[in-house]
């Protein structure tokens, strides 16, 4: 959180106070008032895959831990095993930060507001705070976040002939969108200006507020088919093939409002955004207008393909009763969305050059230049704006082992990236140029009925909050509960942080936390069946993905 308070709150509260520049013109801040926060973030993460296997693994490719007909988004070859039509779904129950007793003061903090506070009274050579200057730091007065309720895939496949089966299907990976609101952000400066003996003093009274809107959405619709190319007593070779239509969509909403006025000598005030100003000559373009607006919807579709083989052994009177190998070529476009019709509209006071965020055209504020018979003119500013969006999602080959020892299952998966992670808007960019990655996992199978040594279990099944399983296994003649599963999967990347655009200070933690292996995916997850063909799943604790989410595969 503190991140987050830093890049809007330190950049966007100090956007006009950036106005009064650097060296003898620095102005001294006689009052500061921090104005009220809210924060709203609402996410519908789904990264760790689709399907029964995937899901509940930390996003590991298995064969073993298999999706079902949810292959057709991880490994395709898995249809070739599908015998029957089969259905399956993701989804969760809508959770928020209230559920766990979070409240406002808990997401933010007044330690954290307050440091903030310090961090943006205390910018040295942009303005000089004096002990005597009034201070009040910023307030929260709502922060709330919450994971989204929503069908996060969807899939139908079935066997079309002997050895061949095609599906369809539907994936949500991402759905992520934050509104981030700070109102009655309040400061006076004061400077100089010398013209001959005469000496004006010039104070700028400033009331700002913010807003930023920000929705990400990311889906799929998959098409693919699996085969068996040739089966007998010992050993098995499947192949499948997938071709995925990607939709992105990411919208941008941001707006800084600024009132207030230029008063010279304590005398004479002259208002920005005062359309009825009679000093100015509107006609001839002058103005004064004092704001900043930018808006995007932008949207892209491409294409992709994936191609999978998987081969497997069984053996009798080994101590391994089974090795599966995999390997998984996944294309994944690059997302170029644009919007023609986006919109960035702001203006700046005439007395100031540069753009803001620009280190090689910093905003500075002339003192010189100010015309003291119209101080509030103004003139249009060129701040950040971008028509494209540019999200990089990693191509990738992975080659997937794993190994089956009576009802212990140990997956790896070693993959092998070919481009990057990222973001671009304008000239920032935040990513990941990865080299490669390491998932590793393992699934254990347990009895399907309570047996004298099932107390040994209970501490497992506790952690995985597995009241359901328990509950069902104890009406197994009835629910014909069997086949029960639990596992835990570890997903690693390593490669190079991409920070471009930013400051030196900022672009270095960026860098420094980037740089290092990093975390694509973990889960502590559990599956069983009831019904003879209704399978669940259930991702109980996960990153990115959080908590509790659920599958179900249903075979007709």
Do not use: C
Request: proline letters at 3%; charged letters at 15%.
């Amino acid at each position: 959180m503190k991140v987050f308070t830093r890049l809007y709150l330190v950049l966007f509260i100090l956007l006009p106070v950036m106005m009064f520049g650097q060296d003898d013109d620095t102005p001294v801040m006689q009052y500061f008032v921090g104005g009220k926060m809210k924060l709203g973030l609402n996410m519908g993460l789904n990264l760790g895959g689709a399907g029964i296997g995937t899901s509940t693994y930390g996003g590991i490719i298995s064969p073993t831990v298999s999706n079902g007909v949810a292959g057709i988004f991880s490994n395709p070859a898995e249809l070739a095993n599908l015998k029957s039509t089969q259905i399956h779904f993701n989804t969760r129950l809508p959770i928020s930060s209230g559920l766990f007793g979070l409240g406002t003061n808990d997401i933010l903090s007044e330690s954290t507001l307050k440091e903030t506070t310090d961090e943006i009274i205390n910018q040295e050579g942009t303005f000089i705070f004096n002990d005597g200057s009034y201070r009040e730091d910023i307030k929260a007065s709502e922060a709330e976040f919450g994971l989204t309720g929503a069908l996060s895939s969807f899939t139908i496949g079935m066997n079309v002939m002997d050895g061949l089966s095609i599906a369809i299907g539907y994936y949500n990976p991402l759905s992520y969108s934050t509104k981030f609101l700070i109102s009655g952000i309040g400061m006076i400066l004061r400077t100089s200006r010398t013209v001959g003996n005469n000496v004006t003093n010039i104070d700028m009274d400033l009331t700002s507020s913010f807003i930023s809107e920000m929705e990400l959405d990311y889906n799929q619709i998959t098409f693919g088919a699996g085969y068996e190319v040739y089966k007998n007593e010992s050993s098995q070779l499947t192949a499948g093939v997938s071709v995925t239509r990607y939709q992105m969509r990411n919208r941008l909403n941001i707006g800084y409002y600024t009132q207030g006025s230029m008063i010279l000598s304590n005398v004479n005030e002259y208002y920005f955004n005062n359309p009825n100003d009679q000093n100015l000559n509107f006609d001839d373009g002058e103005t004064n207008k004092l704001y900043w607006n930018a808006f995007g919807n932008y949207k892209d579709n491409k294409y992709g393909v994936k191609l999978a083989a998987t081969y497997a052994m069984n053996f009798e009177n080994l101590f391994i009763s089974s090795a599966k190998f995999t390997l998984v070529y996944d294309q994944i476009p690059e997302m170029t969305m644009t919007d023609p019709n986006a919109i960035s509209e702001s203006y700046q006071p005439k007395f100031i050059t540069g753009r803001f965020g620009d280190d090689a055209n910093p905003v500075d504020f002339v003192v010189d230049s100010i015309d003291l018979a119209k101080p509030n003119l103004t003139v249009p500013a060129f701040n950040v704006h971008s028509d494209n969006v540019i999200v990089s999602v990693p191509s990738s080959v992975t080659f997937g082992t794993d190994l089956t020892f009576s009802s212990f299952t140990l997956s790896t998966n070693i993959v092998s990236y070919l481009s990057e992670v990222s973001y671009k808007y304008d000239k920032y960019k935040l990513g990941i140029d990865p080299s490669f990655g390491f998932k590793f996992g393992w699934d254990i199978k347990t009895a399907d009925k309570f047996e004298n040594s099932s107390i040994l279990l209970w501490p497992l099944r506790l952690m995985y909050l597995d009241f359901d399983g328990i509950i069902l296994q104890a009406f197994g003649e009835s629910t014909g509960y069997r086949n029960p599963h639990y596992r835990m999967g570890v997903g690693l990347m390593f490669g190079d942080a991409i920070a471009e655009g930013m400051g030196d200070d900022m672009k270095k933690d960026l860098q420094d936390g980037l740089s290092s292996g990093m975390i694509t995916g973990f889960s502590l997850g559990r599956q069983y069946t009831i019904l003879d063909n209704v399978h669940i799943g259930v991702m109980v604790y996960g990153f990115p993905d959080f908590f509790m989410r659920y599958s179900v595969a249903v075979g007709i």
